[in-house]
């Protein structure tokens, strides 16, 4: 029996919760899918069960206030025609549809390959910070912290309050364009404050700009780590590499619809509409700018969708000043062109199908690297070595094809038997 929504909300973090709550304000009847057991989404991990304490509280009692039907541990894999989603929950198939959906699905880590990053414990900043969460012990673990972007001080912070000893932040931006970004955030108190509290709970913490990791050791699991700092490299003991290069949109899912993409992210209007008139999206797939930025778009997404054209028009000011600032992350923590240098012939890209670097520079594009080296096809599906062969060899992915998302084969022979679409694609 399929479900059937005025407007369906794809992603449950800042942006998809905004993005429902002021619909359903608006009185549509709205979905909200989501593929973690709670909505939050990575930024709001783990502040399900504190509500009136956190940032995601009042979201998540409009959310519920509103009658917004909520889908967690639920993916949408598949869109057999416009207007239906195919989803798997936790043991059945479900059929969405909808008038409109709004697009929030947010954005992962960036890896960059070197020489040992497919140790055990080197592992994605983020992804680190989401096991602590969920219960992984860091107390006395030395933890070093590196990549680039906020995201990096953000984790520390995280894992120093819960036990982790911090050994180094190592931030591959450069003092100058640093500067840039900390004069850019006069104009915005409240992420002062954010700065200024960071700065106390990571008082005595060596923050280190120009520098980056170039080689992780270990026989077992990581015992170390070399990185280069001022020219020179030295060498680390530590337990964890916490690593993130910092973030790249999850536009699989608006392509697979048929939006437009431009330049690594989905093009929208004033009103967050995608090149297709009933869909539209919000927060990282349409620009790297944090939660404030996720929010103010979700929340014109929604009203949008919803038909309330000139409330959405009121929050275009605070959305522009939201983008000005994720202008300023993009210029401030761009990657340097030394991280190209990294991988070594042998060092692995694809750790899904265990393919080197050597290999896959015999190739000029992602599909032929593909055809023959099969980067990019194991679980994964290039959602890690997608976003390097673009750094490393100006690569672009060109095609999207279902399943978007390993499903199970009893899903897709379901999807062959009632829509005639070949289940054994992608």
Not at 229 to 241: F, Q, S
């Amino acid at each position: 029996m399929p479900l059937r929504f005025e407007i369906l909300v794809i992603g449950g973090g800042p942006a998809g919760m905004a993005a429902g709550v002021r619909a359903a304000e608006c009185g549509a009847h709205v979905g909200i899918v989501d593929d973690n057991a709670k909505l939050g989404g990575q930024i709001w991990r783990g502040q399900s069960d504190q509500q009136g304490k956190s940032e995601m509280a009042p979201w998540a009692d409009r959310l519920q206030a509103a009658g917004v039907t909520k889908l967690c541990g639920v993916r949408v894999f598949h869109q057999p025609e416009a207007g239906v989603l195919l989803a798997e929950g936790t043991d059945d198939l479900i059929e969405l549809r909808y008038e409109k959906v709004v697009l929030a699905t947010g954005a992962r880590e960036r890896f960059l390959p070197f020489p040992g990053w497919t140790l055990p414990n080197v592992m994605g900043a983020g992804g680190l910070q989401a096991m602590v969460k969920s219960g992984l012990p860091i107390r006395g673990k030395r933890v070093l912290v590196a990549g680039t972007g906020p995201l990096l001080l953000a984790v520390a912070a995280y894992l120093r309050t819960h036990g982790a000893e911090i050994s180094m932040i190592c931030e591959q931006a450069s003092w100058a364009n640093l500067a840039v970004f900390g004069l850019s955030l006069a104009s915005q108190p409240r992420k002062v404050m954010q700065a200024i509290q960071l700065k106390r709970e990571l008082a005595g913490v060596p923050f280190v700009p120009n520098s980056w990791p170039v080689a992780a050791h270990g026989q077992r699991a990581l015992e170390k780590v070399t990185i280069a700092r001022r020219g020179k490299t030295e060498t680390l003991p530590c337990d964890y590499l916490a690593c993130g290069f910092h973030l790249v949109p999850n536009v699989e899912l608006p392509l697979l619809l048929g939006c437009q993409v431009r330049n690594g992210f989905v093009t929208v209007d004033e009103f967050q509409r995608t090149s297709l008139p009933d869909v539209f999206c919000a927060g990282e797939p349409t620009g790297i700018g944090g939660v404030e930025s996720a929010l103010v778009e979700g929340q014109i997404a929604g009203l949008a969708a919803a038909h309330r054209t000139a409330e959405a028009q009121e929050l275009f000011r605070e959305r522009e000043k939201a983008r000005h600032f994720a202008r300023v992350l993009d210029q401030t923590f761009r990657l340097r062109p030394e991280l190209r240098t990294l991988p070594r012939p042998e060092t692995i890209v694809c750790r899904c199908e265990d393919v080197p670097y050597s290999r896959l520079r015999q190739h000029t594009s992602w599909r032929a690297g593909k055809l023959q080296s099969r980067c990019g096809m194991g679980p994964c599906q290039g959602r890690i070595c997608g976003p390097a062969t673009q750094f490393l060899l100006s690569w672009d992915p060109d095609s999207v094809r279902p399943p978007v998302f390993p499903a199970r084969v009893a899903s897709l022979a379901t999807v062959t038997q009632h829509s005639g679409v070949p289940g054994a694609q992608g």
